[in-house]
């Protein structure tokens, strides 16, 4: 009988290392399965999300983007359409100009345009829809970076997979993205963590050396790639140090010196070679210069070591001061920001002139630190799930039983979270290296959990439950606040970010600037806006976002201090720099938070005779700026070169509460010069929440539900600042409810609050042409038409009225002045073929 088992046992053992194989490759081909499909889903989620973005036309890229992505955006399309980029941009900061290869990072920029230009696609896609398409995929390869880490770490396949979905459904790892952003971040993170996978592989005593050649290959292409990347190289060079004094010197128990040699070699050459990297002294910068010395510490002699570390250090430094390679005028302004935030405890102050210009001038946004709603909202469930994984490692570390990748990651963990802490930013890098951790807590809960399978799968749910939770809850929160949003904001008392400016505005400016200046007009607004009007006008502009370049942000000091200035003194710095059109903000005067221009000019308290003062509120007192066209938060102002000529200016600026005295506080002292802005924030914010009804109401107008519409505008009425555009949506949403006498009595209630608003007219026009009042409809539709000569639409109804009228040559002179002004209408051109059909088949009869 014992025979008979021994002889079984055997014949099973056989059996299984026969089919262990196959069910391994088996295994692996689902896990490789599961982590494309996620790859794919979460690029296909971005995309999604970033189509559904008011500002995205799948045929038309005007103003799709805003800021820095708007400024990249130009030189990824001027690639991809064969534009050469000058070496000097001057379009890009007039008058100085822009050196783009030494101040600009346009390594991304070239490669998207390349390979769109190389594929041939022009006559298949618009190139902004295939940027989208690549960024999202391309961006959530760092996904597979995530796999590939924790299966190294800890050799599991399905930890690694697990993992892998957590990363890909934190808000953090997506949430930029989907906001319409085209950053450089995109581009290099997935760099930035293959390479650390590539550093990974060399601490797992990998004796391969191409993992040295391929870790500062890529790590190389990142810096020159994103500005940024240079922070994240400080930080890994620092966290080697923090290695090697663990190791008490012994850079050999950090990597070897092959390895050591190779990495820098390849850093050494790459750096040389790209021109971004070598015009700025990438070599003396003061990672590098901290890398050379790293090599002393593998002499072995500790006298010797000692002396030249000394020697060589104070040398690396005088030759880096000689070249300029420490650079500190491009990221002066990153470490001041830094210092101050130790100062005041990341609190930032209520004083302006408590901190200087540079710190000012970061300490917005996305660099400000998180708050706990914040921290909260995007990190909750992993922070929990990482408490106990976090615990373990440092006991490890106290029991020197650490293994050397993990230690690298483990600092690593530590430094980013600190630097997390003083920049949200931040938190792209910070949420890669704290989801590891998840990888080893569920690698610890396999290895000790008493209780086995069913301990493991209790977990593991739990923790996927979590990570779903802040997902869905995420998502559901892009478009407009929901339950747990509001729940946060009402515990930490956080209010959501002001967004002034509009897209709907910024692309009425761009239409309008195209049709009434020319090519060579030199534009100064703030900037966010400039690169807007640059990237889709082709006007030159005075400043850029690029805040890396020191004289940018000279120029952006310049123009926030003078603005605040008397009217001459802000027209002598236009004169200076030529300008011709200054686009005004609403938000230079009425934004008073910490985030706002007047915080950054120091300027909380403003004059009357201030130049932004009079730009809001009396436009008519200027002597040397023209108001030429207004927009809901924009204006547009011409500069008078001689303040001598008399300019007939027929423009008459239709009412807006945003640009009215009355409506924040009134100017109830004349012989107070100070502008008193007490109410400012709660009326703007009531403002703002008025243009946001009237955009939800829009939408549903835009899907035809009417009455939901109808309900937003006369809330509105009721609760809001209502101006003549309120009337005419109200009306219109009659109109199409079939109540004409209702949509009638609001629009001459719009007329009474403004007789020159061109939607009023145009919505009476429609009604006279329903009511087949043709002769009255005309006449309505023509002032229309003159108060917005804009509007192609207006044009197509004058069209269609005298069609109706049996004017035929007048209706298909109407067409094509629509055509001309908006090649896109599709009623001008589809009525015009019509029209011209018609008359070819008369004329053969």
């Not at 290099?188 to 293959?194: E, G, N």
């Not at 190389?220 to 940024?228: K, M, N, Q, Y």
């Not at 003078?562 to 903000?585: G, M, R, T």
């Not at 730009?615 to 030429?628: E, G, M, S």
Request: aromatic fraction near 18%; hydrophobic fraction near 45%; proline fraction near 3%.
């Amino acid at each position: 009988m014992k025979t008979i088992k021994s002889k079984t046992t055997q014949l099973n053992t056989q059996k299984k290392s026969i089919v262990t194989p196959y069910l391994n490759n088996y295994y692996g081909i689902i896990i490789l399965f599961t982590l494309l499909i996620i790859y794919f889903f979460v690029s296909f989620f971005k995309i999604n999300q970033f189509i559904k973005l008011p500002s995205f036309n799948l045929k038309d890229d005007t103003a799709l983007f805003w800021t820095e992505s708007s400024f990249q955006y130009r030189y990824a399309k001027m690639i991809a359409y064969d534009i050469e980029i000058p070496r000097m941009d001057y379009k890009a900061q007039y008058p100085e100009g822009v050196d783009t290869n030494k101040e600009l990072t346009i390594f991304m920029e070239k490669i998207h345009g390349y390979i769109y230009k190389t594929l041939s696609l022009n006559n298949k896609i618009p190139f902004h829809v295939f940027l989208i398409y690549f960024i999202c995929f391309f961006s959530s390869l760092s996904i597979i970076s995530v796999y590939l880490v924790v299966n190294l770490l800890w050799d599991n396949k399905k930890i690694a997979l697990l993992v892998s979905f957590f990363y890909a459904t934190s808000p953090s790892s997506f949430g930029r993205i989907i906001t319409g952003i085209y950053g450089y971040e995109d581009f290099a993170l997935p760099f930035i963590f293959f390479s650390i996978y590539f550093v990974l592989k060399i601490f797992s005593n990998s004796k391969n050396s191409i993992y040295a050649f391929l870790a500062a290959s890529f790590l190389s292409i990142a810096l020159a790639s994103w500005h940024f990347s240079i922070f994240y190289f400080i930080v890994f060079v620092l966290t080697l140090y923090i290695m090697l004094f663990y190791y008490r010197g012994n850079a050999d128990k950090v990597f070897s010196f092959n390895f050591y040699m190779l990495f820098l070699i390849t850093l050494f050459v790459l750096g040389s070679i790209f021109s971004y990297l070598r015009l700025n002294r990438f070599l003396f910068s003061i990672p590098m210069l901290f890398l050379y010395i790293f090599g002393l510490f593998y002499i072995s002699n500790k006298t010797v070591r000692k002396i030249a570390i000394i020697v060589t250090s104070v040398s690396l430094l005088i030759i880096a001061i000689l070249v300029k390679g420490l650079n500190y005028t491009s990221y002066g302004h990153v470490y001041s920001l830094f210092v101050y935030k130790l100062l005041f405890f990341l609190q930032k102050p209520v004083d302006p002139s408590l901190l200087n210009i540079e710190a000012r001038g970061l300490w917005i946004e996305d660099f400000n630190s998180p708050t706990w709603g914040y921290l909260i909202h995007h990190y909750l469930p992993i922070s929990l799930i990482c408490i106990y994984p976090l615990f373990k490692s440092t006991n490890d570390l106290m029991k020197k039983k650490i293994e050397t990748k993990e230690l690298f990651l483990f600092i690593s963990v530590i430094l980013w979270f600190v630097l997390f802490i003083f920049v949200r930013r931040i938190g792209v890098f910070f949420i890669w290296f704290i989801v590891i951790f998840i990888g080893k807590h569920l690698f610890l809960n396999f290895k000790h959990f008493k209780n086995g399978k069913k301990a493991t799968t209790i977990t593991t749910f739990l923790i996927l439950g979590l990570m779903c939770f802040q997902y869905f809850q995420f998502v559901n929160g892009i478009k407009a606040p929901n339950i747990y949003d509001k729940i946060i904001a009402r515990l930490f008392l956080e209010k959501p970010e002001i967004k002034v400016i509009s897209g709907q505005d910024c692309k009425l400016l761009i239409r309008w600037i195209k049709t009434n200046s020319s090519k060579d007009d030199i534009f100064l607004a703030n900037i966010g806006l400039s690169p807007v009007i640059l990237t889709n006008t082709d006007r030159s502009i005075v400043l850029n976002p690029k805040y890396e370049s020191y004289e940018a942000r000279k120029k952006v000091n310049n123009y926030a201090f003078n603005l605040y200035e008397k009217e001459e003194v802000f027209y002598d710095l236009c004169k200076k720099w030529n300008v011709k059109y200054y686009v005004y903000q609403i938000d230079n005067l009425l934004d008073t938070t910490k985030d706002s221009l007047r915080y950054y000019a120091n300027k909380l308290s403003v004059e009357k005779n201030s130049a932004a003062y009079i730009f809001h509120f009396r436009p008519k007192a200027l002597k040397h700026f023209i108001l030429v066209k207004q927009f809901k938060t924009l204006r547009v102002y011409k500069v008078i070169e001689d303040n001598k000529l008399i300019y007939k200016n027929n423009y008459v600026s239709p009412y807006n509460p945003m640009f009215d005295i009355a409506v924040f506080g009134g100017d109830e002292n004349k012989y107070e010069n100070k502008y008193n802005d007490s109410t400012n924030l709660i009326n703007l914010e009531k403002l703002l929440l008025t243009e946001k009804m009237k955009s939800e109401g829009n939408q549903c107008v835009f899907e035809n539900k009417y009455y939901e519409g109808l309900q937003y505008y006369l809330a509105i009425l009721q609760n809001g600042f209502p101006d003549a555009s309120i009337y005419s949506n109200i009306a219109q949403c009659y109109y199409e409810l079939n109540m004409i006498d209702k949509a009638q009595v609001f629009i001459k209630k719009g007329l009474e609050t403004d007789e020159n608003d061109a939607s009023l007219h145009s919505i009476l026009g429609i009604i006279y042409y329903t009511t087949e009042r043709y002769d009255d409809a005309l006449v309505v539709l023509k002032k229309a038409a003159i108060i917005d000569p804009e509007n192609s639409n207006n044009l197509v109804n004058i069209g269609n009225t005298y069609l109706k009228k049996g004017f035929i040559n007048e209706s298909i002179e109407y067409y094509r002045k629509a055509i001309e002004i908006d090649s896109e209408n599709e009623a001008a051109k589809r009525n015009l073929a019509v029209v011209l059909q018609e008359r070819k088949e008369n004329n053969y009869h």
